[in-house]
């Protein structure tokens, strides 16, 4: 446990990751709550730190809500005929360890 909580944490961080950690444990229901309705102001605040970046490659790690929520608001629409949904769907929304590239993003 206390090696998943540090690579979870930061353990000791400045950052108040360890804060979020205990808010979980506590309270897995209303952190998961806060967590669905700050996910909109959260998505966009990852946007406009990506666009100011001067990189070319950006790489972004994260799990599915987020991904999904990021990828929806920057235009990105699932293929329906290479994910077989049967209609286009706003965003990427991954499935587990699923990688996909974008390219050519403004």
Known sequence: KKIERESMSGAG?????DDIVELYK????????ADKASLG???SAIISRLAKL????????SHYDLIGSLTEK???VED????GHGFD???WWLGNAEVR??????
């Open 54 to 61: 001067k990189e070319s490659v950006i790489i972004v790690v």
């Open 101 to 106: 590239v974008a390219e050519d993003i403004d």
């Open 26 to 33: 506590n309270n897995e229901t209303a952190f998961s709550k």
């Open 41 to 43: 102001e959260r998505t």
């Open 80 to 83: 329906t005929e290479t994910y």
């Open 89 to 91: 769907l706003p965003g």
């Open 74 to 76: 920057i235009g990105l």
């Open 13 to 17: 961080s400045k950052d108040g990751s």
